[in-house]
């Protein structure tokens, strides 16, 4: 019998390769935080202190489930947003210093992977600072860049906001049909916790919400483009 994690992260993946199928402007984004999330993952629950030996255990735990989980989810939430509204890019308005302009698209690219590396360093500074679990970090950590997003960008707020709501239901709505075709439950290291958000656990749906909140207006940050 398959376990309800496998089902939930097979269902995301159906939806990934739908939105990148069919979504040729967002293929470069979600190709961009997935592969950066799918090998980092490691880093953020193995990362809770202990000696060599425990890390080296928590590190032997992490199976390619929780690292694909990682690589749809970071995808979607880049992504989603576009997609249930119908949202495009538009570009703001050229500068006049046109060679820097042009020298800052140029290596945008760099800016978007680094921004996905800040999130996942983020979560686990948090965790390690403020002894928390990787799910809550996670959330913490992009509460954190939204607001800075927020503060820089005004007209991304409601991309900010929508991208952590609707991965977030995303991972509940396909975490409800998971459970109802296993009666294994859910496995994996990245839950840390006992908490349920009706049968699903909360540490999915935080951990989506997060990844939602930080990686979703990302792409139209660091490209100063605009949603229209």
Not at 67 to 76: E, H, M, S
Not at 102 to 109: G, K, N, R, S, T
Not at 142 to 147: E, K, L, W
């Amino acid at each position: 019998m398959v376990g309800a994690f496998a089902i939930f992260v097979y269902i995301l993946s159906v939806l990934w390769i739908g939105v990148f199928a069919l979504n040729n402007d967002l293929r470069k984004e979600m190709i961009i935080l997935s592969t950066t999330a799918f090998f980092l993952a490691p880093i953020i629950v193995t990362v809770k202190g202990g000696d060599a030996a425990m890390v080296a255990e928590r590190f032997a735990g992490v199976h390619l489930l929780d690292l694909w989980f990682a690589f749809v989810v970071a995808g979607l939430a880049g992504s989603l947003y576009h997609v249930v509204f119908g949202k495009h890019y538009h570009r703001l308005p050229k500068i006049k210093q046109a060679k820097n302009d042009e020298a800052l698209v140029q290596i945008w690219l760099i800016r978007l992977f680094i921004g996905a590396l800040v999130f996942l360093w983020g979560v686990v500074f948090c965790a390690v600072a403020f002894n928390l679990t990787p799910a809550p970090a996670a959330l913490a950590t992009g509460v954190v860049m939204a607001i800075y997003i927020i503060a820089h960008r005004h007209d991304l707020l409601v991309d900010v906001l929508m991208s952590g709501l609707i991965t977030g239901l995303v991972a509940f709505i396909a975490g409800s049909i998971a459970i109802l075709g296993s009666t294994q439950g859910f496995s994996s290291s990245l839950i840390a916790s006992h908490g349920y958000l009706w049968n699903v656990p909360l540490d999915l749906v935080t951990w989506s919400a997060a990844f939602g909140l930080a990686l979703g207006p990302m792409y139209e940050y660091i490209r100063r483009l605009t949603v229209k």
